[in-house]
C-alpha cells in the first residue's frame, strides 16, 4: 500500500471523492516529477504508473503550449474509450488527475474541481 506524502492533500481528496457521490473512480495528487503524493482508487489502477503517465502527460501538454507561445494548462480532459474522462490539473505546483466513472455529470465533475482545486 502507497504510503502518502501528505496527510493534508490525502483528506482533500477522500472528500472530493465523498462529495462526489460516487462520479470519481479514481484521483491522484502526483509531483511534476511523478512521485504520488495523494490518492484514493476504487478502480485496479497502481498509483505509482498512473502517477508517472500523469507527469508525462501534463508535460507533453505543456511543452506543446509553450512552442505554440500559448501559456500554461488550466484543466485537461479527455474522453476515454468506456465513456469515462481523465482529468488533469495543475494544483499548487503539482498535478491532480481522476478518472471517472462512465457517462459522468461534466458539469457537476468541472463544479468540483473549480471548488477544491481552484489556484489561489
Do not use: C, W
Not at 26 to 38: E, H, L, M, R, S
Not at 92 to 114: E, H
Amino acid at each position: 500500500m502507497m504510503e502518502y506524502k501528505s496527510p493534508e492533500l490525502q483528506a482533500h481528496i477522500e472528500e472530493v471523492v465523498k462529495v462526489s457521490r460516487g462520479l470519481i473512480d479514481a484521483i491522484i495528487i502526483t509531483k511534476p516529477d511523478g512521485t504520488p503524493i495523494a490518492n484514493v482508487n476504487s478502480i485496479d489502477v497502481n498509483p505509482d504508473y498512473l502517477a508517472a503517465a500523469i507527469s508525462a502527460v501534463s508535460g507533453v501538454i505543456s511543452s506543446v503550449l509553450e512552442v505554440m507561445d500559448m501559456g500554461d494548462f488550466r484543466r485537461a480532459h479527455v474522453e476515454l474509450k468506456d465513456k469515462r474522462y481523465l482529468y488533469v490539473v495543475p494544483y499548487k505546483g503539482d498535478y491532480v488527475a481522476l478518472i471517472t466513472k462512465p457517462n459522468p455529470n461534466l458539469g457537476f465533475i468541472d463544479l468540483l474541481l473549480d471548488i477544491y482545486f481552484k489556484e489561489v
